[in-house]
């Protein structure tokens, strides 16, 4: 069966650190993959979307990287602030314009 | 900056009873979506629109759940009735899917619905 899997516990480290937040995917062939930011009570926000022919993604101090073969997708936001303490969402393109997204990894950055 | 809007934000509610929720998406966008999130879960789609005509409504239950877009701009979802297992955030996003956005999706506020 398909499935998007994204680490259900949170993840707590410390300010100034580089944040890697995984996403892990089966029986899906995704065309690109795109990250989003949710903040407690409000919709995601768009953050980055990758394509499947591109290994890496930069913007600003995130960066996304992307292996079909793997079938996984890590996120890294580097130089990290408490201020990106919020739960980060994958999405896979299924095709049709939709998206399916993964459950979401609570990302908590401690000054 | 152009955002999505949603209303309520909060809907309380009693089962059996029925409810309403409103989108009104990005002008210029002709995909909308709605979404049902459970706390501690990533959003499901309940049905995608292009324009006023439904793309895609497979995860939505029919029996209860209604959603129109007649004339492809603003949006709404019905429940009715409903029940305990409704309590949820129902996200309405939008995108202009073109070869350069690959669909990156505008998402509103959302309606936080709890039935009692």
């Known amino acids: 069966s398909q499935k998007i899997e994204q680490n259900s516990e949170a993840l707590n480290i410390q300010e100034g650190k580089t944040a890697t937040l995984t996403c892990n995917y089966t029986n899906y062939s995704p065309a690109y993959l795109q990250w989003y930011r949710q903040d407690p009570g409000r919709g995601p926000v768009f953050l980055l979307l990758i394509r499947e022919n591109e290994k890496e993604k930069r913007k600003e101090r995130l960066k996304v990287t992307f292996d079909t073969t793997l079938k996984q997708s890590l996120f890294h936001i580097t130089a990290s602030q408490p201020a990106d303490s919020a739960t980060y969402l994958c999405?896979?393109?299924?095709?049709?314009?939709?998206?399916?997204f993964g459950g979401g990894t609570r990302l908590m950055v401690k000054p | 900056e152009a955002e999505v809007a949603q209303s309520p934000r909060y809907k309380i509610t009693e089962k059996s009873q029925a409810v309403a929720f409103w989108c009104d998406p990005i002008?210029?966008?002709?995909?909308l979506y709605w979404y049902r999130q459970i706390l501690g879960q990533g959003p499901e789609l309940l049905v995608q629109?292009?324009?006023?005509?439904?793309?895609?409504d497979s995860q939505l239950p029919k029996d209860r759940f209604s959603a129109e877009r007649l004339k492809g701009v603003d949006s709404t979802l019905k429940i009715q009735p409903a029940e305990l297992g409704d309590s949820a955030m129902y996200l309405c996003?939008?995108?202009?899917?073109?070869?350069?956005?690959?669909?990156?999706?505008?998402f509103g506020p959302g309606t936080r619905l709890t039935v009692l």
């Open positions: 999405a896979l393109d299924v095709g049709g314009n939709m998206l399916t």
């Open positions: 996003a939008s995108s202009l899917v073109s070869p350069e956005t690959r669909n990156e999706q505008f």
């Open positions: 002008s210029g966008h002709a995909t």
């Open positions: 629109f292009q324009d006023e005509s439904v793309v895609d």
